[in-house]
T-cell receptor, first 112, second 115 residues
């Protein structure tokens, strides 16, 4: 059983639409992350989140992306206006201080 | 981004034999290395890690070796079992960089263990 739960498992959206991907629920974890894996490519870091703010983000994480913990437990990734190239598996992860990252089972995002 | 490379995209091994997976890195700031295993439709699952102060770490059937001078690490699985068939990812981070543990992943090696 994964230590991180993600919803939905699969999301299909039209280009230009907004999507919100969720980690539900998470508690007592220090760090949260989003990674993605485009089909056939490497797992790539998007953003890390600590103490309710972004601690680091990659070049991929542009203005179209945002993260938040709206209610102190759910951790969300929002893509404002999806593009075809945003189609990928998106993995949420968590870690404690100095502990390895543990990933969820991912959300498959398909942009048509 | 080729900072972490797994040059073998696939590996086939007989059940009971040793599986050896290799990983090379270029960034000398990396000092913490991990191996993850991934089944289809699942997220990466943490297997084993090693920090740069060690050259070997063992956990059951899994052993990771680190050669800092060569910027090379390897994962040994012995004996290999059919349930080990999966994609294995090498990952690295700069733990000195405090919080966040951003990981840089290799491209993965698909392991098939034949009964």
């Amino acid at each position: 059983e994964p230590e991180v739960t993600q919803t939905p498992s699969h999301q299909v959206t039209q280009m230009g639409q907004e999507v919100i991907l969720r980690c539900v629920p998470i508690s007592n974890h220090l760090y949260f992350y989003w990674y993605r894996q485009i089909l056939g490519q490497k797992v790539e870091f998007l953003v890390s989140f600590y103490n309710n703010e972004i601690s680091e983000k990659s070049e991929i994480f542009d203005d179209q992306f945002s993260v938040e913990r709206p209610d102190g437990s759910n951790f969300t990734l929002k893509i404002r206006s999806t593009k075809l190239e945003d189609s990928a598996m998106y993995f949420c992860a968590r870690s404690g201080d100095g502990s390895p990252l543990h990933f969820g089972n991912g959300t498959r995002l398909t942009v048509t | 981004d080729q900072q972490v490379k797994q040059n073998s995209p696939s590996l086939s091994v007989q059940e009971g034999r040793i599986s050896i997976l290799n990983c090379d890195y270029t960034n000398s700031m990396f000092d913490y290395f991990l191996w993850y295993k991934k089944y289809p439709a699942e997220g990466p699952t943490f297997l084993i890690s090693i920090s740069s102060i060690k050259d070997k770490n063992e956990d059951g059937r899994f052993t990771v070796f680190l050669n800092k001078s060569a910027k090379h690490l390897s994962l040994h699985i012995v004996p290999s079992q059919p349930g080990d068939s999966a994609v294995y990812f090498c990952a690295a981070s700069d733990m000195i960089k405090a919080a966040g543990n951003k990981l840089t992943f290799g491209g993965g090696t698909r392991v098939l263990v034949k009964p």
